[in-house]
């Protein structure tokens, strides 16, 4: 089952605090319940488990801020290298090669495994944003938002008019670096 919106599973604002999450949880909880579900006990087991996950997440302070912020900052899958097709050098094309295959570790939620081609495609090609992007975003999932903090930095320095990369620069720094 894909991960839906767990604000939209608890019936929950995005600024509820822990107690309105409790709250929706337990009423969720008692609306989706296999045992007030009879006859359709496969589906109320189904919505009970996603009911649970996303009170997991959204009670645990941690948890939903990482959360938050994956919501709000989605990966890059579309990472062409700006120019044109025929006049791009064989280390943009390797770069984008690097980057797909990133991409597809992405979606099979495996950022561990996407890290090493997206710093490969940065090595080929320094100046590629949405590589700068990706690495840093899996870098603050992965738990190391010093490290992501670096790529973003060296890639706005690079590239100061990009927006994506400032606003996931400001998000990082608001969101895991202030004190």
Known sequence: MA????????????????????????????????????????????????????????????????????????????????GIRLLKSKRSGEAEARFIEAGRFIKAGDLVRAVDPLKAALKLEPTYPAASYNLALAGVLLGNATFALSVLTDAVDRDPKDASLQRLRKALVTTFLTV
Not at 17 to 22: G, R, V
Not at 46 to 74: C, G, Q
């Open 3 to 82: 991960e839906r919106n767990y604000y939209e599973v608890l019936g929950a604002a995005k600024s509820s605090n822990l107690d309105e999450i409790h709250t929706s949880y337990l009423e969720k909880l008692h609306q989706v319940h296999p045992d007030r579900n009879a006859g359709d006990d496969d589906a109320a087991h189904e919505r009970t488990i996603e009911v649970v996950a996303a009170y997991r997440v959204l009670s645990d302070p941690e948890a939903r801020k990482h959360y938050d912020f994956r919501s709000n900052n989605p990966f890059r899958i579309d990472g062409e290298i700006p």
